[in-house]
């Protein structure tokens, strides 16, 4: 449903043009150091604005409501509340009739009996992304303070079929100029991980990477290591090689899991992200007629919505893996004592 | 964990070389009728035999303990057990000293520290995909009673790079002449889902299947629709038009999932196998020494592992779309009463 | 953790002396008519204010920040959130080195590393209860709306060792005058339900909803039907007898569960609560030195702190029933289309 | 559902007279010493044979199919079987159309359709304690192992209303002789948990622990520490005393379990059991014609089923327990890593 992980639980609330959107944190370890002003740069990372991306202007006024004491966390559930702001409800009137193709207006329709807020897709909204990422920068801050930090980062490393840094600028920004945007791939990067990470059977952490992943509006398609390129290799020319105890493999082909478990290794994996489709004129049909009919959405788009990926892609990493931390005794109830409060043993 | 779904639930258990493998089910609706005779085909299917499949012959004498009576399902948990035979642990003894790289054997080492039962890969070996298959019987036989039957199948599309059926198939003779085992991809199509199936946020659909196809050993990607080719395209290319109120769309691009939630058209995935790479000589570490070492496995592999796979892929769509389908009050408890005790209203 | 439920989820945050606490609950279905006047009657009934009651005053100013729209539920997560007002956080700053016995205080020193906001009890605070009311007054909201209502209903039976009404309010009047606070016992009954609701064999109706009363501050014993009686009694004394195919029993002694499931009968069960006992001197200990102390709390507390519970019980009542409801597929994910919108099968 | 527990996770299987019962555990840690023999001594606790226990003779012939390794846990799910024997099904087939009052008979036939096995009571039997005393002792074990052990012990207070030991032996031979049965209270003791175990709010441990003595049948009602008596009680009379910073209290009115989590003090409950009722003749209806009919249950029953819970009860509550070390980082995935494989970090 609306939370993801068993003992660092990330629940994501709010729709796109309703008050406000945020995330519930149950089981951030306590003692963890935050502020505000830790939240601003992965915000902004994903915060549209660069050439290309949607004109909607988002502040992202984030508060917390609960969880912090102090300046650190208590281990209690954190509220995090971001408000909705430059809303505008009029563009987006239309789809109560004529649901988008390509988007979960018509999937919702069913779903909720009619009764879902339709206005910007709603809880369907890339909007909720904001709050995976405010989820995601106390992840990972907890992830930084490991003896051996565990980093998540992520890039764009091609976008309309261009993997030259270069040339997918120049394609997302002809993409801009034609009006016409384009998917991408964003590859994802984990460092820092011991051997053994993941539960068998079905908590592997590829699965449970995928499952984070896919989660994220546009995600089409997953892989680990030498991915879709697996299957068309034979068995000699993938066959790996360990190197130390630690396991430490000389090639790394399957992405750091090995068995859905850590192998060691970095995890490395790359997400296919598809291009928006909402602009133009879009066929559709009529809820209240059946017959056939056109819709103008006249909301804004991204360019590249790929591009705006790399901080939501860190935050559902961060959240998966420091779950599995938990799960596996590695990170405990309480990250660092409150030192000015004596008579603990 | 082991344990996979919400209402529709499967655990798996057991190991390569113990006394048996299987599955409990947990949610099974009541009344669906079941037998033994059920189970053959599917596992027929998964089963090695065929040219260049491994040469362990797997009997898989399965029994139910529970959860079924005078021929249909209770309601309660089902225990299934499939007896292991034709288990040479003499085989895998070296594992112990010096794991094979590109499995679970060194990140089960770390994780379990040192207590697993490393025989053929223990708990995590390719064999426990029969107990899955079995549980897929069960739910793809609840599936087929519905209104509008639901159907999941699968089936190899390529197999080392090439995808001609005619190709692929002499390519996979070619590897186990070769002794040089080849990778391959398979797609699965689940019709007859209606539009709405799924949950937001994070139980999408496609990250619940995603999660789910991660979990069977071997695959390293997963896709939906044009999956990958999202990412090269642009959006005039990739934009498709909704043709009636029900769902259902001129091309399909997005593979039946849109926003997380089935869109009423046929749900369309692909996942890629790698190769088995444990054959021939493998380079290792000695644990006891920390020194290199080398290992010769003579267990059984097969020339395309994912050849027997369309079974389990077909048996955790099921599992992931009856979970769906009672999720949302489509599958109640009761698939039909039990006519010879009247009495309920 | 936070959250109870499987497919209607409450997860309760906030604490005492924070911005705000609420409650963020999932699977509500969608349709159902909701107002936030709705939930005045429920949280005036919980507040305090009446003779002997804590004389802290609450606003319990509420606002639904989404799940909500046009009126109705949408289906998607709804975040309640009322602030605290009249917070005196300076009343509270001595438990910070000397914990209240018979309180969380040294439990969470201990579980959160002394990271936890102490102030009035923190995420332990009864004032959390008025985030569960809020929860129940949509719960059963929702069960008022069924074919069969399901009505939960609850009320104080007696206090400090009272159980005639006129005397146990006496008896509370005079705990007040002499600032010694009772304890009492509440009885809540669910009418309405039909037989069958609860799942074997951990997933009891019973042990749901003892689970959940026990989650309420102050809860020291649950009993069911004659509860502890039954330990002194003979078969033949508790023999019962159905009379009619649908459940009905004559005697109903079980409190309307047996074997873990409804019986058709209303369900009747009691909750213990015990006093108030932060008022006057606490011998306690100092963290800091180890040292006997004492703490004379300045907060404030309730002469009978049962009395205000009867919302919270039928809060929890609300939400387990109609969980049940939810997982037997009696309540789906839409309680009403919306008419507003045709095209809908 | 079927399953119980967060990280140490018991799922309970079989049927009455089905051809086995069980559980599987997941999550148990690695490297703890088990053998068949260590299972011997609490079900034969368990098992009925003392005077005025039923008649049913049970062998308990329990196996292990997985998760077992060289005389040592692995960490990997743990199937425990345990065959049924002695099953005389014809005792029991005239519930099929008259259901015993006061049993799951009714509810279950209504939830499950007629569907359910209703033989000695199906699933819902008091047979599938035994499965649940299987993995107490393995959680018990596990506890023992602990640098402080932690003990869960649990012995009969009383029977038919006596408590003094002698007497209640009296009453329940006297019982036996008349064959009328007598309920009982248990009480529950667990030593040795440090202070700060459980999780707000939902899983209070006392929430948690009445959730699982619950889902024992016949367990009608739960109390901890004073319990019910705290509700006729005055503040000033239950005011408690923290005499160290470790938790200590001079009384321990609460039992042990303050604000929902473990206040370093022995955790003291009692649960109530009703006495058995299918004995004599039954008054009930026929769900054939609708109208009244009688029943003479031919099956066994104990003179005192209380009496046959102690390893029940501490079974589950081990498991609670345990399962809330493994979440607050006390318990990790390994109890003792594997000597004989160095390597390890």
Chains 1, 2, 3, 4 share one sequence.
Not at 19 to 33: E, N
Request: hydrophobic share 40%.
């Amino acid at each position: 449903m609306n939370t993801f992980g068993r003992l660092f639980r990330v629940s994501v609330w709010g729709e796109s043009h309703g008050p406000a959107i945020g995330a519930l944190i149950d089981g951030c370890p306590a003692g963890l150091p935050l502020s505000l002003s830790d939240f601003e740069e992965d915000l902004r990372r994903r915060r549209p604005g660069e050439a290309g991306t949607t004109a909607r202007r988002e502040n992202d006024a984030l508060t917390i409501d609960s969880g912090l004491f102090e300046g650190r966390t208590t281990g209690a559930p954190m509220l995090i509340r971001i408000a909705n702001s430059d809303v505008r409800s009029g563009d987006y009137s239309a789809i109560a009739r004529v649901p988008r193709p390509g988007h979960a207006d018509l999937p919702a329709f069913h779903r909720f009996g009619g009764c879902e807020d339709f206005r910007g897709g709603g809880h369907f909204s890339g909007r909720l992304t904001a709050a995976l990422t405010a989820a995601g920068t106390v992840a990972r801050k907890v992830l930084l303070t490991l003896p051996v930090p565990v980093r998540c980062a992520a890039r764009l490393v091609s976008a309309g079929g261009e993997s030259d840094p270069a040339r997918f600028e120049a394609r997302i920004q002809r993409a801009a100029d034609e009006g016409n945007p384009v998917g991408g791939v964003l590859e994802g990067t984990i460092s820092g991980l011991e051997a053994g990470l993941g539960e068998p059977f079905f908590d592997a952490l590829d699965g449970l990477l995928a499952h984070a992943l896919f989660s994220i509006p546009g995600v089409k398609g997953v892989e680990f290591g030498l991915g879709f390129d697996f299957a068309r290799l034979s068995g000699r020319e993938v066959k790996d090689e360990l190197v130390s105890a630690d396991g430490t493999l000389r090639h790394n082909f399957s992405g750091g899991i090995d068995g859905g478990l850590s192998s060691g290794n970095d995890v490395i994996f790359r997400a296919a992200v598809k291009p928006a489709v909402s602009f133009g004129t879009l066929k559709s049909v009529d809820l209240t007629t059946g017959k056939p009919a056109e819709i103008t959405p006249g909301g804004r788009h991204d360019a590249c919505f790929a591009r705006r990926l790399p901080p939501v892609i860190e935050a559902v990493s961060a959240m998966v893996v420091l779950d599995q931390l938990r799960l596996a005794g590695r990170v405990g109830p309480v990250l660092r004592p409150q030192t000015d409060r004596p008579g603990l043993p």
